[in-house]
Every structure is written in structure tokens, then in C-alpha cells.
């Protein structure tokens, strides 16, 4: 049987060195650090050490005015988070394997003072054999060194030579300052087991809506069988059995499992049908009737197929998204991290405000590919709430060059990220959609630059499309957003049949609200996957994280607002009103009503022309940082702007013609 040592409930510290002076000093028999420069301070699992230090008031809030820039020397030390794992009994073929689902982003991994192994991947889980390091009887001293991460790998530069794979954002973006987390950010355990186990699992769920009968597909590879058996049980909401199964390991790991038409209720998304969800126990028994391991997946049935969208040219993508039998406008919003620090996101909290997008009307969340996997919860309550995901592997465009490296070893190293997504992911009914990256681009003449979205010509998008054919053929693979001949929509090319999946406009179309409403009324794209305008966070977020100084002036002379000079629109205003906002109020009610204006406009349009339009999706959700003007239509504390009040009536259908 397993045993499973849930690493999050120890007691963790921090301690902070200069880089690599840690192993000059360093006590093998007693773990005593002479010379840590930091701490050693609490630190908790899952955790990052920004968010440490900031709760023992080494750094300040980096929320707070320009207080980001006083925290980045953080990337310049070396950090260790250490705990004692206690004392186990465990016979002598027993086997103990460390697992940490999120590690951001590079270092090594020591236990009692030995090096056992290094780490350089944010996006794939480590397992780590313990071997003989864990000695029967006695604790055992647990230490994650967490050495300087990479230096650059933000917003601008060259995508090309991106090959060190830490989410980008945290390098700043134009909706965030630099703060690059470093931390454990997902689950980390010990699992000791004595027998057989189930060394992987990957699970998908078919649907014929015609009949309301769906099937059961696993595969996965099984430890030390010892003739053991898998034992599968399927149960609804209401905890009744609707189906078992038995099948031997040796027939499990060499043909997987499939099984008959089971009748079953379907998932639909958001405001088309309940989400009927079911829980499948797999029970791995030895020849003794023993339980050796087993795993849970909370799955749906449902059918997802794509249509071609009324008058859309002949060689286009299908972009009308039929669920269950039934055609749906996809709407919703891009999703980034709530926090910079979303190694210190609770459970409860992407819940809450996914519960908001669902009530807004939203049926769909991009995953956006300068970010990361989130964590299993997100994907529960996408789930639970029918939300549904499309989800990018983590790369993006650079603004120099959009072109992902295409050498061997990244091609290798971005095969196993992808392989480890759909493993850990694809048994989530609301997921419909994988995706290469964001904005992953090539010049028109094939160059490396930038203007024509790339395509499965590429070598890096051409192995992510054979993985997913692979493992997951039931989904849909984009080689990346936006898609198509073309990334923007101009007016200059409507009516030739070029805009597919689209990006943009991200404000007012030539400034001024009449040249908006003329662009929309001739869109002809097929598929609004980015869609954005900026809007002002309201007073009270200006004031409560100016750094008590006030958020006046509003310049780009003032450090405050040019963070996201980007989205900066007073400007804006002196050319409408032919004058300056007399006050901060009358400028930040202009601005939120500018922005719910425009993206009013054209989220109307796109949904009018449905099922000439499959659906529309606004740049960006929520803030994970508090900006002073940004395209969010959720501020940083988690209210909506009067964009997303005005969006949630035309997504439920409320907005008058």
C-alpha cells in the first residue's frame, strides 16, 4: 500500500545566501548556515519567497508604488527552503519517491547535506527517487536551493532565444511590474509504497449526445504489477455506481481500457445545460486483495465538434463550436495568474472569481501562453462552474522576433512541457482547446519577424500537434492565437476572406467612438480571440497603492503611471474634451465609460453575426497587479469595472439592440 507524506503540512524555512556561498559554509552533520545573509524566516509549501520576505518585512509590498524595484534583488541570491521529514518505517523493497508538482524556476534538491538532484523547469513536475537517503526510523533533513533565475525573458525581445522555461510575465509585461517569483508553487510530497503502483495515468471521456451515452478511455503504466488487478468504478452526483470494471495490470499497461456505452448525463458549459460531473475510482489490488495504490479523476461526458462559420471561405478553420449537438458563441476572457506570486494563491480564490466570469455570462477562459499551467483547482472549478478552457502551451510573441526556438533540444524540452500538460489535464470536460502559444508569428516572406500567424510548418508546432494527436485526438490543437493568413483585422482587407482568428483592436478605433462603430459594422473575422480597450481603476485603487504620496500627477513624467504607459489614455481625453479632467474623478469616469463603450460595440457586433462569428474574447479579465490604467474589466481587488457590467449584459442576452 502507499503511503503519501504531504510535504505542505511540515514546517518550512527560508534561508537567503550570495550566490553558491551557502556550499562554502555549510555543516553536513548539523545544517547549520553560518553565513545565510536571510533568515532563516517561516516560509510556507506551496510558497514563494517574495511572499516570505514581504510577511517578515524584509521587503515591502511590491503592490505599493514603485516599491517592485526595491524587491528584484531577490533574483540575485541564492534560497533554500528546508524541512525535517519525519521518522517512517517501510520495508526493505520498498520504494520512496520525492514529488513536486511546481518548482519556479531552477536549483537542486539536497537530502542531509547530499545533492541528489537538479532542477530547470517551472512547467513540468519532478520526481525525485529517494533511494537510500531516507533511512528507516529516522528523519531525514529536506533542502530546495533555489539558485538566481535567468535574467531576462519579458515582454520585449526575441522569442527565438527564450529557451529557459519560466513564465514569462513575471519579467513585466504591460500589465505588470517585475516581480519574478521563486518558490515551490504547487504540490510536493513523499510516496512511499511497498508493492505495485500506478506510475501514470492519463484518462479521456467520449460522448454520443444522440443517445446520452458516453465511454471511458485510461491508459497509464503500472510499477512492479505482481499480478495485480485494476478495479474501475464510476459514480454520479448522487454517489450511485453506474459502472465497474476489472482488468488485469499486464492487459492495462499494454492495451489500456476502453469502455462499453455507459448512459450517463451530459456536461454542458455555462448557460446551456447543467454540469453533470462523475467521479472514477481506480483501485490497483494486489493478488491478496490488498489495496496498492490508487487515483481519482472527476470527470464529464460531453461531445465537442467544430463547424464552418456561415460564409467563411472554403479553406478556412471551423470556428462555430457546437457542444452536445448544440452550436454555442463562445464569449468569455482571457485568463492570466491572479498574482504574480501565484504560488501563494489559495484554493478558494480562483474559484471565487471564475464564479464571477461565470456570472457575467462568460463561457470561456483562455489560458494564455505567456503564464503557466494552473493548478488543478482552476480546472475543477472551470469544471464545476462550465467554464470552458482553452489552454496554451507556455509560449509567446517577443514584439523583435515571435518565432519559437526550433533547435533540438528545445523542441525536446517544449515536447515534454506538452506531454505533461495533457497528461495532467485532459481529463477536465472543460477543456476544448489546446494551443501552441500566444502570438507566435513569422514575417510574410517566412522571415522570423513578425505580421503572419504561425503555422504547423514550424517544427516546435508540429511535434505540439503530433503529441496532442497522440494522446489527446479528440481535442482540438491551434498552432497558436491569433490563427489564420492574417493576425489583425484592417479595413483595408475586409471582405477578402482573411480574417479568421484575430487579435485586436485593444482601444478605440481611431480615437474616436464613431470610427469604432464604423470598424465593427464591417468586421467580417470568423473568431475574436483578443479584443481589448483600457480603462482607469477606479479611485480607490489609485489611492490605496500610490505609495501614500497620491496618484497626482497624472503623467507619464509621474513613475506611477508610466509602469503601463502603454494603456495611458489622458491624452485621450484632452482631444475629446479639448481640455484637461478637471479632477482625478472626472478623468477615471471618462475612462471607465470609454472602455465600456468600446468593448460594448464590439462584443455586439461579433454577437450579432453569430454563426457568421463563432466568438469573442476579451484581453484581458482581471488585474494580477494594481495598474493604473490597463484593458482589465476586473480590478486588482476584485470588482468589476463598468466594461464587465456592460459586457455581462450582452453576454446574458440583456443589452438592448
Known sequence: MKTIIDLSKLKWSLR??????????????????????????????????????????????????????????????????????????????????????????????????????AFDNAFTPH???????????????????????????????????????????????????????????????????????????????????????????????????????????????????????????????????VSDEIPVSLWYPNGLGEQNL?????????????????????????SVEWEKCDGAPEKADPWICVVNGKPVFLQGINWTPLLPNFADVTGAAPRKLIRKYKEMGCNLLRVWGGATLERES???????????????????????????????????????????????????????????????????????GGGKPIDASHPAIAKFAEIVKELDPGRRFLPTSSSGPLFYAGEENYGKGLHWDIHGPWGVVGNRMERQREYWSKDDSLFRSEVGCPGASPIRILEKYSGGKGPLPVSLENPLWHRTSWWFDWPEFEKEKGRNPRNLGEYVKWSQARQAEALSIAAKSAKSRFPKCGGFIVWMGHDSFPCTVNTSIIDFEGKLKPAAKALKKIFLGQAKP
Open 16 to 117: 537567503g545566501f550570495m550566490p553558491c556561498a551557502w556550499r562554502c559554509s555549510y555543516s553536513v552533520e548539523t545544517g547549520v548556515s553560518i553565513r545565510a545573509e536571510v533568515g532563516p524566516v517561516p516560509v510556507k509549501v506551496p510558497g514563494s519567497v517574495q511572499k516570505a520576505l514581504r510577511d517578515a518585512g524584509i521587503i515591502p509590498d511590491w503592490n505599493i508604488g514603485m516599491n517592485a524595484r526595491l524587491c528584484e534583488w531577490v533574483e540575485n541570491r541564492d534560497w533554500i527552503f528546508r524541512t525535517e521529514i519525519p521518522p517512517r518505517e517501510s520495508g526493505p523493497d520498498s520504494s520512496a519517491l520525492l514529488i513536486l508538482d511546481g518548482l519556479d524556476g531552477n536549483g537542486r534538491v539536497l537530502v542531509n547535506g547530499s545533492e541528489i538532484s
Open 127 to 257: 520526481e525525485i527517487d529517494l533511494g537510500g537517503h531516507l533511512v528507516p526510523g529516522k528523519p531525514a533533513r529536506l533542502e530546495i536551493v533555489f539558485e538566481p533565475p535567468p535574467r531576462w525573458l519579458g515582454q520585449i525581445g526575441y522569442t527565438s532565444k527564450m529557451k529557459q522555461w519560466k513564465p514569462r510575465f513575471n519579467y513585466s509585461w504591460d500589465w505588470i511590474s517585475r516581480i519574478v517569483q521563486i518558490g515551490i508553487w504547487d504540490g510536493a510530497r513523499i510516496e512511499i509504497s511497498n508493492g505495485s503502483a500506478i506510475a501514470e495515468l492519463r484518462c479521456v471521456s467520449h460522448a454520443d449526445h444522440r443517445k446520452s451515452t458516453g465511454r471511458i478511455e485510461i491508459h497509464g503504466k503500472i510499477e512492479n504489477p505482481k499480478a495485480s488487478i485494476l478495479k474501475l468504478s464510476l459514480t454520479n452526483g448522487k454517489k450511485k455506481e453506474i459502472f465497474k470494471s476489472t482488468i488485469s495490470s499486464a492487459d492495462f499497461s499494454k492495451n489500456g481500457f
Open 278 to 302: 462523475y467521479r472514477l475510482e481506480i483501485e490497483l489490488m494486489s493478488r491478496h486483495g490488498t489495496v496498492e495504490d490508487k487515483a481519482l479523476r472527476v470527470i464529464g461526458f460531453r
Open 378 to 448: 482552476f480546472y475543477e472549478a472551470c469544471d464545476n462552474l462550465g467554464l470552458m478552457i482553452w489552454q496554451e502551451f507556455p509560449l509567446s510573441s517577443s514584439g523583435i522576433d515571435n518565432h519559437p526556438p526550433d533547435d533540438e533540444k528545445s523542441i525536446s524540452e517544449l515536447s515534454a512541457i506538452a506531454r505533461s500538460y495533457l497528461l495532467r489535464r485532459q481529463h477536465h470536460p472543460s477543456l476544448i482547446i489546446w494551443c501552441g502559444g500566444n502570438e507566435l508569428q513569422t514575417g510574410m516572406d517566412g522571415s522570423p
